[in-house]
């Protein structure tokens, strides 16, 4: 079983990053993260992936004051899908025109809802951006909805500032995701007799 979980993990961080990856060359707007990833990385000298493996590290240590615990999904998360970004770009054609773009970014954001509901589904920890929303839920009480929010527009606006990209793509994507997450789940959760089925979270 715990073999099954590390390859439908494997490939649903892989698919993950593939998915981001096709966001980015559809050229419409990122998801707020991804806004932030964007602006960074040049002023980092960094890659893209590189970029989001480099973030989620650090953002990893900020669990530290609020005694959350890793698990072998939040490693891997911060290994694979940055990597995935930066392995799949030069493979991935440059849209032209507005349908080609709107084509690749609805296939990118089906996808990044499958791949969240694979690793999610696969229950070996949350990604390090998941891990500091639910820490500080459990810090100071607040929703999770609430907290939730607060990153993701701090992250986009931070990002925008820097010069990510915020467009149409970003709504579509805001919008939908969750409800993709929510209906793919179901079939990927992986349980073992008597244990919980994983939280809808999204990976990140």
Known sequence: MMKYRLFQLSWGLWLYGLSMAMMIRANLGLDPWDVLHQGLAPRLGLSFGMTVNVLGAIILLLWLPMRQKPGIGTVLNILLI????????PYLPDPSGYPARFAMLGLGIVLNGIAGGAYIGAGLGPGPRDGLMTGICRKTGWPIKLVRTGIELTVLSVGWALGGTVGIGTVLYA???GWIVHYALPFFVVKDKGSPAPRPIAAG
Request: hydrophobic share 55%.
């Open 82 to 89: 940055g990597t995935a970004v930066d392995v799949s770009m």
């Open 175 to 177: 919008i939908s995701i």
